[in-house]
């Protein structure tokens, strides 16, 4: 079996923010963020939730792939900002869209969510264990930032993005995957849970937000991304000149820049959608999948690298006909 994407949709909250509004409640400016990252804008929830914006994204990758939620038979969220411990996010959007046939569990594997939870799906689908699976990246990144620390909460943004996925005959789909982690040296981007606390052993530690070693991560990614991606069309018996689009995690234009140096790529093969709405982590990578798609630039037959990389740290290639 093979396994394709059949739809794809996105949604993001309806308040832009621009880096010169931010330039008014911090000592930031439009030029600092916009050189060294690209970013423009983001869109902030005030009104929405992880839940809403993920159900939304999915409703209308439903619509796109043409099945109803009652033909779904798993659905992956990834995030790592649930709305609720418990139940997990892909439960909350189970009851939302009236999936009642699909089993439904959360990923966290931050900024490479959507590829893990894609390959997850896959999995199940090759396999025959399955025929359609929704997998979601949804994030209001806005609640865990520290709104005092210029250098992380400048980057982030909220907004979600969805994928239909099916079982098929017709050849195509996903080529190949590569994923990694390396906990090792996961606290160069970190933002600490609830601590212990029970009757036993009392923490009245204030609530904890988004850390991160800016230049560590940078030359994490800018290493990472380009080898998981040379592996990935290797793996698929391409190179990279077969490829016609790079869809990748959101997080700096540099980053971004760097990547297709290194690949020998021209940017036009790299669309980007961070100016608008920043790096919203898991979502980032199915909004700007949904974008490309509806900007007319992608067609049957089209090679896309799909790749992410971010907090654990983890990362993840794959390679997707379509
Ligand atoms: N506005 C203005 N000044 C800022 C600022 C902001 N929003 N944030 C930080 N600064 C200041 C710093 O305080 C520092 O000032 P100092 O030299 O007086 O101490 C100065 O700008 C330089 O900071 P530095 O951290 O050295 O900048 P940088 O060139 O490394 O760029 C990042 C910072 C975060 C943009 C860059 O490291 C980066 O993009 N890293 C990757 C992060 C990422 O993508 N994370 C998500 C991965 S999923």
Redesign the pocket.
Known sequence: MNVKIKGTGSAVPKKCVTNDDLSMLM???DE??RS??GIESRHLAVEETTTSLATEAAKRALADAGITADELDLIIAATVTPDRFLPNLACEVQREIGAQHAVAFDINAA?SGFLFGLGTAAMYLTNGVYQNALVIGAETLSKIMDWND??TC??FGDGAGAAVVSAEQEKGGILSMVQGSDGARGMV?NCDNRPVNNPYIKNDTALAYVS?D??A??KF?VRTVPESIEAAVKKAGLTIEDIDLFVL?Q??YR?IESVAKRLHQPMEKFPTNLQEFG?ISAASVPILLDNVKNRGMIRTGSRIVLAG???GLTWGAMVLEW
Request: charged residues 10%; contains cysteine.
């Open positions: 000592d930031t400016s600092w963020i060294r990252t900024c210029r250098s400048v980057l981007l991160m800016g230049q991560v940078y990614a995690h997080a700096n980053i790096n990389f971010g907090a």
